[in-house]
């Protein structure tokens, strides 16, 4: 959905510097179009559309429910689960097609914009030994700290959902650092089957880290007006413009 829009724009530009751009997505998808700037690839995939709209809606309207901590952990629990099968499932699809497995061999990339959200992308990346683009908001856990090598001390950022800001109580420091404690359980889950599905099809052992560390660049959607500031490594670049529209201002 929202991954794609932004992503989307930039491919738009890519194309009118000259470069050419291949889309590979799985047949049923939210917003994902044939283009005249880019060539679709597609691959079919065990699901409808409604049964993916469906578990989508369902995770989205989580957001906007009141409730303790607990309850909305266990709705996001149940919600992350049913969108990591249905994208697990996608990724098997996309991995077990040799014929386009084949063409992504032989037609010689410079390298890959993907959203890591998704690791099939970064597997690709892996498996084809090219230079890996990160375009994302940010990767649940905060494994992209831990793959960049960011701090992320619970002490001064804030972690979702505890509704803290960057100038937090003892207590609500304690509080932020207790909500790390189901986010490591939230990411074994998550993340596990695509660790699985990498050791499997690269036929040698690879963690969800492995595959995060390979990003060459991380562009990633965050404005600092809007978003708390954060350490940046070097190869780390803040793009949150592109997710506005192009308006001009009036004075």
């Known amino acids: 959905g929202s991954h794609w829009l932004s992503m989307r724009e930039v491919l738009d530009m890519l194309r009118q510097k000259g470069h050419e751009v291949v889309v590979v997505a799985p047949e049923v998808s939210l917003h994902i179009k044939p283009s005249k700037n880019f060539v679709m690839k597609s691959y079919s995939v065990p699901y409808t559309h409604?049964?993916?709209?469906?578990?989508?809606?369902a995770f989205f309207h989580v957001a906007f429910e009141e409730g303790s901590f607990?309850?909305?952990?266990?709705?996001?629990?149940?919600?992350?689960?049913?969108?990591t099968n249905l994208e697990v499932s996608s990724c098997e699809q996309l991995?077990?097609?040799?014929?386009?497995?084949?063409?992504?061999?032989e037609s010689k990339f410079d390298a890959i914009l993907t959203d890591p959200v998704l690791l099939c992308g970064?597997?690709?990346?892996?498996?084809?030994?090219?230079?890996?683009?990160?375009?994302?908001r940010g990767v649940p856990c905060g494994l992209?700290?831990?793959?960049?090598?960011?701090?992320?001390?619970?002490?001064?950022v804030p972690r979702v959902l505890t509704g803290n800001t960057d100038r937090m109580t003892f207590l609500q420091r304690v509080k932020n650092l207790l909500h790390d404690i189901p986010d490591l359980f939230l990411c074994d889950f998550a993340f596990e089957p695509y660790s699985k599905l990498a050791s499997e099809f690269l036929q040698r052992e690879v963690t969800v880290l492995d595959l995060l560390r390979?990003?060459?660049?991380?562009?990633?959607?965050?404005?600092?007006?809007?978003?708390y500031p954060r350490p940046l490594m070097p190869n780390i670049i803040p793009i949150g413009g592109v997710n506005c529209a192009h308006k001009e201002l009036t004075q």
């Open 122 to 136: 970064a597997i690709l990346a892996k498996h084809l030994s090219l230079p890996s683009l990160y375009f994302l």
């Open 144 to 156: 992209d700290f831990d793959a960049t090598q960011c701090p992320n001390p619970p002490s001064y």
């Open 50 to 57: 409604e049964e993916m709209e469906k578990i989508f809606k």
């Open 70 to 83: 607990f309850e909305r952990f266990f709705k996001v629990f149940e919600g992350m689960k049913r969108i």
């Open 95 to 105: 991995l077990q097609n040799k014929e386009l497995i084949r063409y992504l061999e």
């Open 214 to 227: 390979k990003g060459s660049v991380w562009l990633l959607r965050l404005e600092f007006v809007l978003d």
